[in-house]
T-cell receptor
């Protein structure tokens, strides 16, 4: 079946540094991928929609200059957390849609980011 | 605007008991999709079911069953004869035509199954 791979699964970084998270669709092409953030014991909140070959669409309240999204190919989207701060510590998870319409969304295994 | 409400934040049961998770949704669209996902302690999201708004048939898959009631905007999920491995957080989610494939998640219900 369709698989979405996310890397790294865990990352610890120091304040002020940048961290890149990759999301790959392994056996299908995804023109659209989604990035979600989940704080401990909370629900998933959509951050942005990543569109292949064009700019990402950010949800209200998400800083696009802080969370850089690049979707350079049909199988890869990256999320870069720039100048990370401790409050950026969270679980980041991506999803990709296979095919047209509202087919089931496949999620990566998530990345747990800890900023010290 | 879309909204998904899971009123139960946490449910604790003893193994073999049945457990029902409630999900109530709001949308202005007549075309929409409802989902349930399981998130075990390891963090990944496991897809369980998708149901479109035109299909109100209830569904059973092994020990899992879903009850879709458009009249009450509910899409409840029942685990029959629960097992310890069912311990996880379960999320109900909604995607409507206006939002494309963007999912709006409910707050989640943590299920703890004790041996």
């Amino acid at each position: 079946g369709a698989v979405v791979s996310q890397h790294p699964s865990r990352v610890i970084c120091k304040s002020g540094t940048s961290v890149k998270i990759e999301c790959r669709s392994l056996d299908f092409q995804a023109t659209t991928m989604f990035w979600y953030r989940q704080f401990p014991k909370q629900s998933l909140m959509l951050m942005a929609t990543s569109n292949e070959g064009s700019k990402a669409t950010y949800e209200q309240g998400v800083e696009k200059d802080k969370f850089l999204i690049n979707h350079a190919s049909l199988t890869l989207s990256t999320l870069t957390v720039t100048s990370a701060h401790p409050e950026d510590s969270s679980f980041y998870i991506c999803s990709a849609n296979q095919g047209m319409g509202n087919s089931p969304l496949h999620f990566g295994n998530g990345t747990r980011l800890t900023v010290t | 605007a879309q909204k998904v409400t899971q009123a139960q934040t946490e449910i604790s049961v003893v193994e073999k008991e049945d457990v029902t998770l409630d999900c109530v949704y709001e949308t202005r669209d007549t075309t929409y999709y409802l989902f349930w996902y399981k998130q075990p302690p390891s963090g990944e999201l496991v897809f369980l079911i998708r149901r479109n708004s035109f299909d109100e048939q209830n569904e059973i898959s092994g020990r899992y069953s879903w009850n879709f009631q458009k009249s009450t905007s509910s899409f409840n999920f029942t685990i029959t004869a629960s097992q310890v491995v069912d311990s996880a957080v379960y999320f109900c989610a909604l995607s409507d035509k206006a939002a494309g494939n963007k999912l709006t998640f409910g707050g989640g219900t943590r299920v703890l199954v004790k041996p």
